[in-house]
């Protein structure tokens, strides 16, 4: 079956990655069109749904980064194409802004990090983070869970900043960090060096790693959903 896929990926001149995403179509609008998504662009997001989020947020990211070092480790061990470093350290070195700029949003909302508790989605979504670091894991799943991650928050900020949309001037600075075109074109390197990998994947490994865009998808949408309240 994973070997009819890539067929006819390669017939359709398209990578892997966009044969799944077009398979899966609803599900991934599930989360790159979520409701949440949806109130920041038409201007109704309530401060609370998005103070929650911001503050689950940073507490994913803190875990995001060992999670990114591990995909870099493992770049650097198995791929024999340079590409793969190069993109994945570009990606850990913009984590550092990351972080400040979220310390900043929290003095500009009244938030305090310290104070904040980690909901279940999150923890759910971290445990699953941690668990792709074992070097068990084969490093094309742990790329296609890290592709996954980033390109699912390129697409919904970049929905809020299309022409059209209504997104508050205060939330515009959020949107553009995940939603600017830079952003897009690091998902575009890593969706390319995901879908060279893939080229070579066993079967197993196919199958492992589409799942894994499934329970990624999945993730990105209960995480959204802390900020409505709904865990
Ligand atoms: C939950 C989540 N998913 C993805 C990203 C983008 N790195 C993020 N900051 N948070």
New binding site residues.
Partial sequence: MQVIAKAKAEEKKIGLTETWLRKHRPIYDAATRHPFILSIRDGTVQSHSFKTWLAQ?YL??RA?VPFVASVLIKACKESDDSDDVEVILGGMASLKD?ILWFKREANKWGISFSDVVPQKANIN?CRLLESLMSPDVDYTVTLTAFWA??V??QESFAHCIEEGSKTPPELKETCER?GNEGFGQYCQSLQKILNQRLQKASDDELKKAEVMLLSIIEH?VH?WNMSRGNV
Wanted: proline share 0%; hydrophobic share 55%; no cysteine.
């Fill in positions: 947020d994913f990211v995001f990351e979504y991650i980033e699912v928050y995940w990105e995480f």
